[in-house]
Structures are given as C-alpha cells and as structure tokens.
C-alpha cells in the first residue's frame, strides 16, 4: 500500500527508527510540533512494548484520508505472547511504571482513537489514530 | 477554541510585560494565569509550545535557529509529563468515583447494621460507633425482650475497612438468626464461634463480648471471645475495675467453650464496653494510657451516659490530631440511682 510504510523491530535502536518514520509523514501531513511530539511518544511505547514483551514485531505509519479528514495511524503488530487480559492493560496505574501516565492507558489518551486487539499466544494488534485538526 | 486564542493574547501580554520590567506583577500574574490553564487542562507541551511560538514572533532576529530548536527537546520532555498530568487527571475522577461509591456502601451498612439505643427503665444508656475509614468494622447491637432485660453485643473484626465491614454483616445476620430462646451469653459466642470458623477465610478473626443486663435483678452476665476488657465503674468508691474475661477469639477452633461471667451492679454504677480503638488510640507520644481514658470519663460523668461517651470520643479525637487509627467504640450502661 502507497499510505503506508512500516519499520522492523527487533532491537531497541529500531525505536528511534520508528519515531523517524512518524515524524516525517506527521510533518508531511501538516501536524504542529506538539502533536508530532505526542504521535512519536505514542509510537516509542508502542514499540517499547513490542521490543519488551513481543521480542519483535513492527510498527507501520499509515496516511489517513477520511471523509475530508486527515490522518496518521500507528499500527503496531507483533506475533508475541500476546495479553490475557486487556482490561486490566488499559486501566491507569496497572503499567509496571505505575504512576508515570506512560503505558497503554497514555498511549490511548494522547491519540484520538486506539484499538487493541490480542489473544494470548496469537500476538498483539493495535491501532491509534490522530487527526489533524 | 476561544479560551485557547484568548490564553495566547494573555500569555503575551505577561511576557512582553515582563520582559520589559521584570516585575514581580507579571509573575505573579502569571501564577494566576497557570490556575487558569490548569483549570481548563492545558497540558505542559502546550504551554512550551506557546511560549517557542511568541518568543519567535517577538524576537525574530534575536532567537536564534539553535535556540528555537533547543525547544524541541523541552517539548519532547514535556510531552512525558503531560503523559503523567492526564493519567493524574483520570486517576482524580476514578478517586472520586471510589468514595462516592464508598459513601453508598457506608450508608448501606449503617442500614443493615443500624441499632437503636434502647430505652429501658432505670436505666442510662450510651452508645457510639464511628468508623477510622468510611466503613465500620466495629458492630454494637441491643435487643430489649420481654422479660426484664437488655442484651449488648459488641464485636470487633481484626482489620478495618471494607473487609471488615463485610465480615461484620455476616456477623449481624448470623446473630439475628439464632433461635429466640437460646441467648445465653455462652450459646451466642459459641454459635457465632461456629459460623465463622465455617465462613470466613483464615486470617480474618473476630472479637465480640455479649451481655445480657437484667433490669430487675441488676446483673449483668456476660461472656468474652477475647474483646477488649469492659470496665465497672464504682460510684461509691469512684474507682474502676475491669470486668473479667477469658475466650478464644471468634473463628480459631470450632470447638471453643465460653465461660458466663456475672456482675452485680449497683444504684448509680456503669458496665463500659469499648473496642480496642478506644484503647488504642495513639497520640504522638504513644498509646493513651488508662488513666487517660479513666479520668476523661470521670470528667463527663455528671452528664448522661451518651454525653459521655460522646465528649469522650470528641476528647480522644483530639487527642489524636483527628485521625482515627481504628474503629473506635464505646458503650456505657448506667444503673440509675
Ligand atoms: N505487545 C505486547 N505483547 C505482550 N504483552 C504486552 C504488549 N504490550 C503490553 N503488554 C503487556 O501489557 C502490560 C502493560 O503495558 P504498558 O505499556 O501499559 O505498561 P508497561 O510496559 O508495563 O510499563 P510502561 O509504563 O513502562 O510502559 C505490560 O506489562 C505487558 O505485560
Ligand atoms: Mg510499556
């Protein structure tokens, strides 16, 4: 697909790759500085958590265009053990870093919409998208 | 998005306000502009993005390339706290959510657990129960009946809060259902000694002291499961004496005798019940000492007894700076002269 590149991850240096690449197409689509910095934190953790608990996976940036709106996803894919259960992950405070809003939870809040999908054993799918405003 | 156009001029108008003087007016007033931003929940980054943004379009020559881009690191640093200011935001309202559902379940259990201080002839009774965290683990309970007497339970779970409290209704439920006639202090301690070493999980005990007052003979036969020691109080003497006791906590061998203690009380004389919150109450310097708690119900003792147990508990209360360690109980029955 033209919309959408995708990045490795297997060690940890394929983060800062990660963050370029969505830097550059936030840049491209017009995002301010803040939102760039909010879309590539949301994607450091994302890829953290693969490179932490998936061992590898990747991280793919994909343009939006819907109906008139402009977008950047981050789809974060792995085939790692997966997560048992999603509604404690997305509770505040349940992140091993408790207390520093990173995690799940913040990834959710700085983006406009976030999708999780994951079963245990399978892998970890998740989708955060942000639209220009 | 009219507050975000509006806090820009603002933002503006302190900076070049202050950049002119340096005046502890603008900074001040740039304290009340953060209420202002917070209020409205501005995260950081934005705030470091505003102030990158008009220090170009005020100083466009003088702010240099590295200096606009020493801002990117900043914001970049600021993006993880605001990260942290959200989840706090959130985690506020979850707080919130929490006690009000707290105060529902507090509500429930004064309810379900409620007792009315009996009104008894010849007699002064006084009763108060307040919980150190929203749900009480302290329980007190009368029942009058037909022939000439009052019974007083008062139970105490080992813990505090929400798991206690829950305990404390199966307690209530578990009292409520034994047979009418059989409510011999013994029989009580030694049923409800059975119920919970069935029900409740192995680190949860119970203390409970159960009397029986009869109001023709003026005795008062009681039975402990290792609750905190009654006092009687002498008025002719005025002196104190504790009320003897000896039982195994509730819930630690179901096979548990209890043995029958008998007071005779006199015109004038009190039988004082409490939960080890009252004993326990901690002050800076330690424990209070018996003597404290002896001599603050001396000095109510001119009132009626649920003057004094609530001028006690106000004085303990004080004592301990208005933090209550503890459920804290107190129970005083008074024969009248
Ligand atoms: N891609 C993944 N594969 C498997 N498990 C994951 C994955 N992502 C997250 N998890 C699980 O979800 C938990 C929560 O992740 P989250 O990123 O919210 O917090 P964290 O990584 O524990 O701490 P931090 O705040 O430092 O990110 C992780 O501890 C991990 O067990
Ligand atoms: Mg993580």
Known sequence: ?133 | MDFRRSMESKYRELLTSYLKGGSEQALYQSQKFSRNALERNIPPEEMVSLHKNLMIELFPDDFTAEMQESFDILLEVMVGYGFAYREHQNLKHIQQELRTEMEIAANVQQTLLGTEVPCVDGMDIGAISVPAKHMNGDYFHFVKDENNSVSIAIADVIGKGLPAALCMSMIKYAMDSLPENRKSPTVVLENLNRVVEQNVDLTMFITMLYGTYNTASHCFSYASAGHEPGLYYDATQDEFSELPAKGLLLGIDKKTKYREYEKEVMPGDMIILMSDGVTESRTEEGFIERETLLSLIKKYLHLSAQGVVQNVYKELEKLQDFQLRDDFTLIILRRKV
């Open chain 1, 1 to 133: 697909m033209d919309n959408q590149s995708c990045v490795k991850i297997i060690n940890e240096w394929d983060i800062v790759s990660a963050r370029q690449l969505g830097r550059n197409v936030a840049k491209e689509l017009g995002f301010g500085t803040v939102d760039q910095a909010r879309i590539t934190t949301a994607i450091s953790e994302l890829a953290r958590n693969i490179f932490l608990y998936a061992g590898q996976g990747q991280i793919c940036i994909e343009k939006m265009y819907e109906s008139g709106k402009v977008g950047l996803r981050i789809i974060s894919i792995d085939k790692g053990p997966g997560i048992s259960d999603i509604r404690q992950v997305m509770e505040d405070g349940y992140s091993t870093s408790g207390g520093l809003g990173a995690g799940l939870p913040g990834v959710k809040r700085l983006m406009d919409e976030f999708m999780i999908d994951s079963n245990p054993g399978e892998g970890t799918d998740i989708q955060a998208t942000k639209w220009l405003r």
